[in-house]
């Protein structure tokens, strides 16, 4: 059963426009989430996160969208660069950032064409 | 520098020959977490620990043993392994203050013919 969906395999955006990944969720108890970005070869490194208190969190050129009713929460990436190409996950949890257990989607991947 | 770190970091190896992968990480951090990457399924947790002697299964933990003696390591055991553990593991660790600064390792690319 998988609580936490990535239905998008793969994304593929013009250098400059805006990158739109989308997450969807089953367990309404998921109360932060977060966003990964891995490179090949390499472990994941945090992105942005986001607490159920909020819908909408910023940093720098990435904003997270939580629509709680539909469980659904969405990365925006603005403008996209080459260098953002790499598999994107997103991750939810129960417990705030207390959190111990860490549920992640199956990833898209972005690709931005220069 | 401030880093976790696994290993092996490659390793093939048969079908019920136990193995430990091991993972270490020297910023002190009380979360510690281990995970499996598959195609189409994305990264999954294992198992985590929450402090020195304290862990909990995560998503899917059937096939592993960890152990969580001293803060800085938490090795992943696989006893018994099978073919439907090959996988890329990764080990993780955060200090419980910090929810999103999540530190993971390199990667451990394991297959079991």
């Keep these: ?114 | 520098e401030a880093q976790v770190t696994q290993n092996p970091r490659y390793l093939i190896t048969v079908t019920g020959k136990k193995l430990t992968v091991t993972c270490s990480q020297n910023m002190n951090h009380e979360y510690m977490s281990w995970y499996r990457q598959d195609p189409g399924l994305g990264l999954r947790q294992i198992y985590y620990s929450m402090n020195v002697e304290v862990t909990d299964k995560g998503d899917v933990p059937e096939g592993y043993k960890v152990s969580r003696k001293e803060k800085r390591n938490f090795p992943l055991i696989l006893e018994s392994p099978s073919p439907n553990q090959t996988s890329l593991y990764f080990c993780a660790s955060r200090d419980k203050r910090f929810a999103h600064e999540q530190y993971f390792g390199p990667g451990t690319r394991l297959t079991v013919t």
């Design chain 1, 1 to 114: 059963d998988q609580q936490v969906k990535q239905n998008s395999p793969s994304l593929s955006v013009q250098e400059g426009r805006i990158s739109i990944l989308n997450c969807d969720y089953t367990n309404s108890m998921f109360d932060y989430f977060l966003w990964y970005k891995k490179y090949p070869a390499e472990g994941p490194t945090f992105l942005i996160s986001i607490s159920s208190i909020k819908d909408k969190n910023e940093d720098g050129r990435f904003t997270v969208f939580l629509n709680k009713s539909a469980k659904h929460l969405s990365l925006h990436i603005v403008p996209s660069q080459p260098g953002d190409s790499a598999v994107y996950f997103c991750a939810a949890s129960v417990g705030g950032t207390s959190y111990g257990k860490l549920t992640f989607g199956q990833g898209t991947i972005l690709t931005v064409h220069p």
